[in-house]
């Protein structure tokens, strides 16, 4: 693979440090990690890499190498989400439901990606959970939707 393109050694190890934040609000036990490879495709504009959707889970943490492709729904118009060297993308919005999102195919590939997604996991639990506070818009702190 080339120098340029992320190892997922080092995906993996991004994902890693996002976790231990999230973990203290107890999301770590359901994290599952989705490794992504889109192969340069030499007719983009034919195919599409991830069709339109919305994660299922609380929220979904991803690094997403150089490039590119990766769109968000907004007001119905596709929004790049244009990769910036060592961030991660956090897809949520402030009601828990992830915003509806999709990839393109690309000539320049391969494009790589790590999802991380963050639920309760998989065994049931009575534990009650609340939105984060952090990801919360101002006017939204004291009334919680969910
Ligand atoms: O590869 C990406 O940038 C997005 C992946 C994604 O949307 C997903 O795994 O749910
Ligand atoms: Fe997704």
């Given at each position: 693979?080339?120098?340029?393109?992320?190892?997922?050694?080092?995906?993996?190890?991004?994902?890693?440090?996002?976790?231990?934040?999230?973990?203290?609000?107890?999301?770590?036990?359901?994290?599952?990690?989705?490794?992504?490879?889109?192969?340069?495709?030499?007719?983009?504009?034919?195919?599409?890499?991830?069709?339109?959707?919305s994660d299922?889970d609380f929220i979904t943490?991803?690094?997403?190498?150089?490039?590119?492709?990766?769109?968000v729904l907004h007001h119905?118009?596709?929004?790049?989400?244009?990769?910036?060297?060592?961030?991660?993308?956090l897809i949520s919005n402030d009601k828990y439901i992830s915003v509806e999102h999709?990839?393109?195919?690309?000539?320049?590939?391969?494009?790589?990606?790590?999802?991380?997604?963050?639920?309760?996991?998989?065994?049931?639990?009575?534990?009650?959970?609340?939105p984060i506070?952090?990801l919360l818009s101002?006017?939204k702190?004291?009334?919680p939707v969910h």
């Open positions: 693979m080339a120098s340029q393109h992320l190892s997922l050694k080092k995906c993996c190890e991004a994902c890693e440090n996002s976790l231990s934040k999230i973990s203290r609000y107890g999301l770590h036990g359901g994290a599952r990690y989705l490794s992504h490879y889109y192969p340069a495709c030499p007719q983009p504009e034919l195919t599409i890499g991830i069709n339109k959707h299922g943490v991803l690094l997403q190498d150089h490039i590119g492709g990766l769109q119905n118009q596709w929004i790049d989400v244009p990769p910036k060297p060592g961030s991660l993308v999709r990839v393109l195919a690309n000539k320049v590939g391969p494009r790589i990606s790590v999802a991380c997604f963050f639920s309760t996991g998989a065994s049931p639990s009575s534990k009650l959970y609340g506070a952090e101002e006017d702190k004291g009334s």
